[in-house]
């Protein structure tokens, strides 16, 4: 059996090693267009600001270790240009020499991921604007944030990466300005819970310039300023674009596989396409939201590893399923964390559903104990039957646990009685006699 997949980052490895796993006697190929594989995207803010040292800690593997660990053949600078799937070959381009050759597949594993949205602005031409998605736009950030002359960074968009990378140019010792359309950070959030998180960064010297957009960049060579729709000029040496990223579905699409709504590949829970023996996961793979049952993209690295697995086993004739999500993610904002799943209170209501807030600040351990912070939580709760839909996290340490409470929670449906009920563990260190999540439950009962 012969397997082939395009793409080499969270998904394809994935895909590539439980294929391995599952089917000792396949060859596996995988066709990478990019130099590195398997590198930790979400690593990158990290790398840059030198928090994570070295390029080696973000490319955890090379195509010579994949060979020896899982013998699978990783293509590297190898692109592929055309899919058959009715003879079920590929073309593909050998950029290093431009060769084109063709290579005959039993399965295929599409895990093309995911492509920044760059808005024809004027000016976007000029150096030193940037997009961050691979290691290598990290490595040309890295360059220009070593210059001693690059001190002002603009980051267009306050998304996850965008404030990610605010922490990371702030670390680094730079003026940063955050210009945001939407009249709050991070737009999945609640207003109010956003409104805790722009404090913060105003305290940490970040500039916010919320409901307002870029018009144009201005610069002889390289950037100089950012002119705003309101018509604000914020003078930069460099600039980040971090507005959005859209499913690279294009090449899979002249194939005639189906594109979902969203403008990602439809997949269903055994991440097959519509094409008989071609699958699709990562980036540019549509997964379900559990709650609503409902076909949606949503690029996350926790998604894309489990369908990369799910699609590796299924190319190898195992038999596995990924069912969905419920849109957990989270963010370290410099001393914050912020996190959310579930469905916003807008998702539940427009499901039908008579939906309450319960809103609450505790600590996350005994307040006697050295280094005490707040926690807030934000749940949203079917009025009806009491079952939680939504969470919110913004706090200290100890955040990031209580999302994953909450997300097991709504996973299985608890109410918040059962939120109440459940035995979390306490000791002073850790938790309050009755942890945040329980308070949490209590006051929405
Ligand atoms: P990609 O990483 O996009 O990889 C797809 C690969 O396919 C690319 O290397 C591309 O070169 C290759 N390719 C495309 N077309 C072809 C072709 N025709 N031929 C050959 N090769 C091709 N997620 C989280 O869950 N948590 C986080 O904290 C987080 N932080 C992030 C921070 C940053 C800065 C970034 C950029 C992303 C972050 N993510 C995070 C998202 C996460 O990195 C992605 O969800 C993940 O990388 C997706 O993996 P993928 O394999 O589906 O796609």
Known sequence: MKIAIIGAVAAGTSAAAKARRTNKDAEIVI???GRDISYAGCGLPYYISGVTPSRYNVVMNTAQDFKEKYNVEVLL??????INSEDKNLTYKNLKNGEEGEYKFDKLIIATGALPIKPPFEGLDLENIFTLRSVESADKIKDAVKRDDVNQAVIIG??????EMAESFRELGMEVTVIELQD???PPFSKEMAAIVEEHL???GVNLILGDGVDHFEGQEEVEKVVTGSGKEVEADLALLSIGIKANSKLAEEAGVEIGE???IKVNEKLETNLKDVYSAGDCAETTDLLRNKDIWLPLGSTANKQGRTAGENAAGGDASHYGILKTGITKVFDLTVARTGLTLEEA??????AAVVKIKAHNHASYYPGTDDIHLRGIFDKENGVILGAEVVGGDGSDKRIDVLATAIYNRMTADELFQVDLAYA??????????????MVAE
């Open 31 to 33: 066709f990478e267009k």
């Open 77 to 82: 600078e190898h692109e592929v240009t055309k």
């Open 158 to 163: 306050a998304g996850l990466i965008g404030l």
């Open 184 to 186: 709050q950070v991070l």
């Open 202 to 204: 105003k305290e940490k």
């Open 262 to 264: 969203t403008g990602a």
């Open 349 to 354: 209501e427009a499901e039908g559903t008579d």
């Open 428 to 441: 002073p260190p850790y938790s309050g006699p009755k942890d945040a999540v329980a308070i949490l439950g």
